[in-house]
């Protein structure tokens, strides 16, 4: 498991993600614009809609503007205009009625586009994010739960529709509306506009009071559901041995208390959120207040009509409609920041083990294979392998040997580049395979696992992994080769059988089999086995150690067995110890050496013969 057990009432003893730590930075527009260039693409498609959204708010400052000269001009008799004069009121009924069709007309297209621009930049986005933690190299994922990474990809990515479906366009319109508003009061009549706006800086001294709790507090809520996701995804991958080890109930104890800090999290966080509400409604009541006290003060000194205080009244109800969207859309950039920059920091991590610029594919190789002096560390200050040197020739097989934690799985993952050595070099036909590309490498290098991934899929999607454009018949041959054909056959639907994530309808042995399939279909110049055949019993192992001849004909093997088996066939072996080369030799030569490695057989045979 990823973290130590401890008490089961303390909520965070046991699971300490480093990962997830609330990230401690000032809010920074930088950021906001570093989400915005998720929109270029889509500026074609944004122009009409913006268009859409200056009409229709237009249109919204147009007719309390109606409503004046309606109550002025066409209704009210005693302003000195005569009696009601009903064709004017017809008029400027009619022009309202275009307005309100106008209006529904550009908010319906702005609605729709903006929702259908957003889901595609929510979409780049995924992509994107995905696409990249494709190319990080394993030091990323050793120090991450896989639980932790897909809540990035998932949730903290969902976190931003709201703000790239409604928030961005909603935003300049709800601006464009109250800068109009703004202009049209204060022109109308500028005293009472400006006694209204007394208000506004009430307001954002208040609610600017509110902006870094709110931020953090989401920043806490993503870290508790990234958390929670986490033990997710580790309890159901090891259900088998909560289950087997009966602890059940402290597992669901201890969700029980993550589920509960969440809850808490999000209710503190909701709680932040909800006091925006009641201090737009507060400011407003206030501002009404000022205007109709102050308004019917200059009505009385003739400085306004009855329709400028209707008109006024209208405003100002539109007023503050985008004052509380602002607040509302101002905790949404809050929550989305805490979202984006979680998802950053995973986009700006960057890969241990890169390309150079001046990296060239790796032509088809002989299979010549070199360790140069190789110095590597997981930790630093603590050396898996040290100073290992090992020259292998094209077509040899060598078998690595050792206690566990000797260093062997360390040589394969430097061959395969999923980490580069501190010191040293490993070369390919005489070439750093730093030098080269990562892809041109791993495409001539196979390797069959012990732990052997099985795909949600048919066997036959499972086997074409290793070789994408291979044809069935291809495939049918990859898997006889191996001894596969027969049980595959036997399943229902043979090779169109749909097979679980990670196989779990077939037997280990079964899965090590659709491995070497798999690797036999790739044609790899290097073929690394590491215990491949560690689950297969012994009448299949018979069949295995067939297949491996043909498999490994003409091929630079490394393979990684306790088997004698597997082993003594071998050209070479090598015993590593504590990240050393300690023996080197064939079977023969060192069991008559007496050394290490004649050790290893001789507790091997008691095993066996206990």
């Known amino acids: 498991m990823s973290a130590k057990k401890s008490n089961v009432n303390d909520k965070n003893a046991r699971f300490i993600y480093k990962d997830d730590d609330a990230i401690e930075k000032p809010f920074n527009w930088a950021q906001v614009r570093r989400l915005l260039i998720y929109m270029s693409p889509y500026k074609k498609e944004l122009t009409p809609v913006i268009i859409m959204m200056i009409l229709g708010t237009l249109t919204r400052l147009g007719i309390p503007a109606l409503v004046i000269l309606a109550i002025d001009q066409a209704i009210a008799p005693d302003n000195g205009n005569g009696p009601t004069s009903f064709p004017k009121l017809y008029l400027i009924a009619a022009i309202m009625l275009v307005l309100f069709i106008v209006q529904w007309a550009s908010n319906t297209y702005r609605i729709k586009y903006t929702n259908i621009i957003g889901q595609k930049v929510i979409y780049d986005l995924r992509h994107h994010l995905f696409q990249h933690i494709q190319k990080l190299s394993f030091r990323f994922y050793d120090k991450r739960p896989a639980g932790s990474v897909l809540v990035r990809v998932t949730n903290d990515v969902n976190a931003l529709q709201d703000l790239f479906t409604n928030g961005v366009v909603n935003l300049l319109m709800d601006c464009v509306q109250l800068v109009g508003i703004v202009v049209i009061l204060l022109v109308w009549n500028f005293k009472l506009g400006l006694a209204i706006m007394i208000t506004v800086p009430l307001m954002f001294i208040v609610s600017t009071a509110l902006r870094k709790r709110i931020r953090f507090a989401w920043q806490t809520v993503r870290m508790k559901q990234s958390r929670i996701n986490a033990h997710l995804n580790e309890s159901i991958q090891g259900m088998k041995i909560t289950q087997a080890y009966v602890q059940e109930k402290d597992n669901m104890s201890f ?161 395969c580049r999923f980490y580069d050595p501190v010191e040293g070099r490993v070369l390919i036909d005489g070439k750093d395979i730093r030098d080269v590309t990562i892809d041109s490498l791993r495409s001539q290098v196979g390797i069959v696992l012990q732990d052997t991934f099985i795909f949600a899929g048919t066997i036959r999607d499972n086997i074409r992994y290793g070789r994408l454009d291979a044809t069935d018949s291809e495939i049918v041959e990859a898997a006889k080769a191996v001894h596969a054909h027969d049980f595959i056959m036997s399943l229902p639907d043979g090779y169109d059988t749909e097979v679980e994530e990670r196989g779990n309808v077939l037997s280990m042995g079964q899965r090590q089999l659709l491995s070497f399939a798999r690797a036999l279909l790739s044609d790899p110049r290097v073929l690394i086995l590491d215990e491949a055949t560690a689950s297969i019993d012994t009448e299949t192992e018979l069949h295995i150690q067939e297949a491996l001849k043909t498999l490994l004909a003409g091929r630079t093997s490394f393979m990684i067995a306790h088997r004698l088996s597997t082993i003594r066939n071998a050209d070479e072996i090598v015993v590593l110890d504590h990240g050393r080369i300690v023996e080197q030799g064939t079977h023969d030569q060192l069991i008559a050496r007496g050394g290490v490695y004649n050790g290893l057989i001789e507790a091997q045979y008691r095993f066996l013969s206990a």
């Open 255 to 415: 969700f029980e208390n993550m589920n509960e800090d969440n809850l808490k999290s999000w209710n503190k966080a909701s709680a932040l959120n909800q006091m925006f509400g009641p201090i737009i409604e507060v400011t407003s009541a206030i501002g009404t207040l000022i205007l109709f006290w102050y308004g019917a003060h200059l009505i009385q000194s003739n400085e306004i009509t009855i329709g400028v205080l209707v008109g006024f009244a209208n405003y100002i109800g539109n007023f503050w409609d985008p004052i509380n969207r602002l607040g509302q859309m101002y905790n949404q950039l809050l929550i989305a920041m805490a979202s984006s920059e979680r998802i950053f920091e995973f986009i700006d991590e960057e890969p241990t083990v890169g390309e150079q610029g001046s990296a060239k594919p790796l032509l088809s190789i002989r299979g010549d294979v070199k360790f140069d002096n190789i110095l590597f560390e997981y930790e630093k200050g603590r050396p898996a392998l040290k100073g290992i040197s090992l020259d292998v020739k094209a077509g040899q097989s060598i078998a690595l040997v050792g206690h566990t934690g000797s260093g062997k799985s360390t040589i394969i993952n430097l061959l």
